[in-house]
């Protein structure tokens, strides 16, 4: 049997992979603070007989090897709404338990605490923000007051390596690691759109189907080659 | 089956309900003290196939991870509280707040609603009513016989009586103020109430502490803004259209699959 046919078929089901990351961030193109995703592939060497991998023969099928978010920014959008906040620069939002967020479309929970759609308190320098009273100021360098009285001041926070962030529902991430702390200045009333460009995930989502097409091809031709060594091959 | 179909579900979803909330919003584009809602996306869970930080089959820490979102879901509906246009009426009773205020109306059931709507009227019994016949708290009554009613900014009612030289004061209207307006409850009928999120009332008087005055002969129109809601249902319809294309492309591909096999 020809391997080239199970070489294509690694491209296929890649392609239909790399379908679900397009089908995610076409889904969350008006999603507050969502990050696209990226995929990367690797090509691997074809065992030879179990052993470990050997350069021989130059064959090589595809995988994926991460799928990576893209951390670039979003576009700012005016709303006026006092609790929707965002991050001008770089940095997150510091959320409780280790988590993170640049989704500051915030609200106040039922404890009276400044918290995420999702019920996760956001932390202060000195924990929780508790929010009472009868309105809320956020000034640039997100030192929160309520009726002109500071209550704290949001934790922003980066890190090095964005690639260890584990992604959570609602545009949450966790890691473990202690973040630095941020060079960013926060604008009440805004918040952060995507950062989903429609244009280049159609683009590359045509492009993506057509490579699948390619490949159906490439299986098909590998099958004509194995239907005419087998039929036609003898007949005289 | 491929899981793109489905996020992509998810997406055409989203963005339906987004079209329910515009639509909602332009029918109310001329309803007196109407607040504009907002839908709101987040991303549903991510399915983990490789951690960040796991080790590879050399023994090699991995320094990215496999995780796969499953799509979008609505977070919340959320109303807007800015302010809309005010529109001289000069009616006696269209009152407007410049503030944050809420007038607070007590509904058939006796529990508090607030609102921002001050068209308000007189009914039968001479007592301050809203269009729906609900009263206003504190409960005004106005004498039978009163020629004028004047409301001062704080709130102040008097009527001039005939018979009498100098006005008199039957009542003083309170407002009611929340810390997180966007988490009120809307009943309908203009009526908003409290929620955990929104924060309990705080009441006083007209033009204390951010309430707002009132304006005496002037309505609050709607605060939907006709062309940033065309814009916005530009953008959810496209964004759905973005979503079908999905769903068609995901779709080509199994019938690209399906023809493997002649």
């Known amino acids: 049997m020809y391997k080239g046919i199970y070489i294509a078929l690694s491209g296929a089901i890649l392609k239909q992979k790399?379908?679900?990351?397009?089908?995610?961030?076409?889904?969350?193109?008006?999603?507050?603070?969502?990050?696209?995703?990226?995929?990367?592939?690797?090509?691997y060497i074809i065992p030879v007989d179990n052993k470990p991998p050997v350069v021989a023969d130059g064959r090589t099928m595809t995988e994926i090897s991460s799928i990576t978010t893209d951390f670039s920014k979003g576009s700012l959008l005016r709303t006026d709404n006092p609790l929707d906040i965002a991050v001008n620069g770089?940095?997150?939002?510091?959320?409780?338990?280790?988590?993170?967020?640049?989704?500051?479309?915030?609200?106040?929970?039922?404890?009276?605490?400044?918290?995420?759609?999702?019920?996760?308190?956001?932390?202060?320098?000195?924990?929780?923000?508790?929010?009472?009273?009868?309105?809320?100021?956020?000034?640039?360098?997100?030192?929160?007051?309520?009726?002109?009285?500071?209550v704290g001041a949001l934790n922003i926070v980066d890190f090095q390596d964005k690639g260890k962030l584990r992604k959570l529902e609602g545009g949450v991430y966790t890691t473990d690691e202690t973040g630095v702390e941020a060079k960013a200045s926060i604008s009440?009333?805004?918040y952060e759109a995507s950062n989903v460009e429609a244009v280049k995930e159609m683009v590359q989502m045509l492009t993506s189907l057509r490579e699948f097409e390619s490949y159906q091809k490439a299986i098909l031709a590998f099958d004509d080659a194995s239907s005419k060594a087998s039929n036609e091959l003898g007949k005289g | 089956m491929q899981r793109s179909l489905f996020i992509a579900a998810t997406g055409m979803e989203a963005q339906r309900l987004s079209i329910d909330v515009i639509s909602?919003?332009?029918?109310?584009?001329?309803?007196t003290g109407f607040k504009k809602s907002r839908a709101d996306f987040q991303?549903?869970?991510?399915?983990?196939?490789r951690e960040a930080g796991a080790s590879s089959a050399e023994g090699v820490e991995l320094p990215t991870g496999i995780q796969v979102g499953l799509g979008v879901q609505p977070a919340a509906v959320q109303k807007m509280f800015q302010q809309g246009d005010f529109v001289s009426?000069?009616?006696?009773?269209d009152l407007v707040i410049e503030g944050q205020g809420f007038f607070q109306i007590v509904k058939p059931d006796g529990e508090i609603a607030y609102t921002r709507s001050g068209a308000l009227k007189l009914n039968s019994e001479g007592n301050i009513v809203n269009s729906d016949g609900y009263a206003l708290e504190p409960a005004i009554t106005i004498p039978p016989n009163a020629l004028q009613i004047t409301i001062t900014p704080d709130g102040t009612v008097s009527v001039m009586e005939a018979g009498s030289p100098a006005p008199t004061q039957v009542g003083q209207i309170e407002l009611a103020q929340f810390i997180n307006p966007g988490g009120l409850n809307a009943l309908g009928k203009n009526l908003f109430s409290p929620t955990a999120s929104s924060g309990e009332a705080t009441t006083g008087n007209p033009g204390a502490d951010g309430l707002g005055n009132i304006n005496q002969g002037f309505l609050e129109l709607s605060n939907v803004n006709v062309v940033e809601e065309m814009v916005n249902m530009i953008v959810s319809q496209r964004a759905y259209e973005l979503n079908s294309k999905v769903v068609q492309t995901s779709d080509e591909m199994l019938a690209t699959a399906n023809n493997l096999r002649r």
């Open chain 1, 18 to 43: 790399h379908m679900d990351i397009f089908a995610q961030n076409i889904a969350n193109a008006s999603t507050p603070g969502y990050k696209k995703e990226r995929i990367a592939f690797k090509d």
């Open chain 2, 89 to 93: 009426t000069g009616n006696n009773l």
């Open chain 2, 24 to 31: 909602n919003n332009l029918a109310n584009v001329n309803t």
């Open chain 2, 43 to 49: 991303e549903l869970i991510y399915q983990g196939i």
């Open chain 1, 188 to 190: 009440q009333g805004y």
């Open chain 1, 90 to 150: 770089e940095g997150f939002f510091a959320l409780e338990d280790n988590r993170y967020t640049r989704n500051g479309n915030f609200k106040i929970d039922s404890e009276g605490y400044l918290a995420t759609q999702g019920d996760i308190k956001v932390l202060g320098s000195g924990g929780p923000i508790a929010v009472q009273g009868k309105k809320v100021d956020i000034n640039e360098s997100g030192e929160v007051f309520v009726d002109d009285i500071s």
